[in-house]
């Protein structure tokens, strides 16, 4: 993990000043998302970033508690969120296990292209499903790199050891959905812009 963090930590600010790489899919994300959320609601984002999801979700629900483990990440989102007067989202420097968040307590759950990062989502899943309220919310979006390059896996080991990219799961969209589905969850919107690109997903811990 402290790999990572270094790794995140050192491209804070490049990353923070790229832009989307797909604004029509992302748009689309938002619209799909914000159908789902009402004004009373407490929303969790796991590995936020620098937060610009975070905000632009803000006017919808009632708080989110944003985290990641970067904390340069932390660091920019929280500048945004200020620069914006944005009060009712809290930016932390945190990994999912570190939370002490009561069991049944959220309304939704957002990971946005963390998942693959992840040495092991099923407990991330697990931890998730246990924090939502019945009829809670998990919204992902996550390269499933074993859809198109299975390969990547051979010299994900060695880019990691350079330095070049953090850790990187690969598996496929069957698998992702087995993972979400085995944990509980049943499936309640499904999309993806094209192939090779983040698949999308709510789920939904039933009522």
Known sequence: MAQSNQFWDKIAEKYAKQPIADE????????????????????????????????????????????????????????????????????????????????QSLDAVLGLSILHLLKNKEVAIARVYQMLKPGGLFVTSTVCLGDTMSWFKLIAPIGRFLGFFPFVAVFTTQALEDSLTQAGFELDYQWQPSKGKAVFIVAKKPA
Request: charged fraction near 25%.
């Open 24 to 103: 029509a899919a992302y748009q689309k994300k938002l619209a799909v998302t914000r159908d789902y959320f009402r004004p009373d609601m407490e929303v969790l984002e796991i590995g936020c970033g620098t937060g610009s999801t975070a905000i632009l979700h803000a006017p919808y629900v009632k708080h989110i508690r944003a985290i990641d483990f970067s904390g340069n990440m932390i660091a920019i989102a929280q500048g945004k969120a200020e620069a914006e007067h944005i009060d009712n989202v809290t930016f932390e420097q945190a990994t999912i296990e570190d939370l002490d968040i009561p069991d």
